[in-house]
């Protein structure tokens, strides 16, 4: 497993950008796909992106296309995700994720249940 830390988060307003980071520790980072999930009290965990090992593929939450982007690093064992354009209801707390190695396909990195290594977790706040 990798151990995962995200940083980035902030107070911002409404259409503002955020660059979240997610520095991983472990074992061959570059095997793992990747997602980043946010939650709100009183909610499910939702995903808002993916991607795979190698930055072959990318996968967003429908409602993020086009503002949102994953990318990755794996000489800095790093992954990101860069926010334009925030909205005050995309307030969270956002958290990376690492699914078991090997994992690439679309369905199971959606699925916040088929990930098992987590971050701590970083606030993002939008303000209208």
């Known amino acids: 497993q990798v151990q995962l830390v995200e940083s980035g988060g902030g107070s911002v307003q409404a259409g503002d950008s955020l660059r979240l980071s997610c520095a991983a520790s472990g074992p061959a980072f570059s095997r793992y796909s990747m997602g980043w999930f946010r939650q709100v009290p009183g909610k499910d965990r939702e995903f808002v992106a993916a991607?795979?090992?190698?930055?072959?593929?990318?996968h967003y939450r429908e409602s993020v296309k086009g503002r949102f982007t994953i990318s990755r690093d794996n000489a800095k064992n790093t992954v990101y995700l860069q926010m334009d354009s925030l909205k005050p209801e995309e307030t969270a707390v956002y958290h990376c994720?690492?699914?078991?190695?090997?994992?690439?396909?679309?369905?199971?990195?959606?699925?916040?249940?088929?990930?098992?290594?987590w971050g701590q977790g970083t606030q993002v706040t939008v303000s209208a």
């Open positions: 994720a690492a699914p078991p190695m090997g994992t690439i396909h679309r369905v199971a990195l959606l699925n916040w249940k088929m990930y098992t290594s």
């Open positions: 991607i795979t090992n190698g930055g072959e593929s990318k």
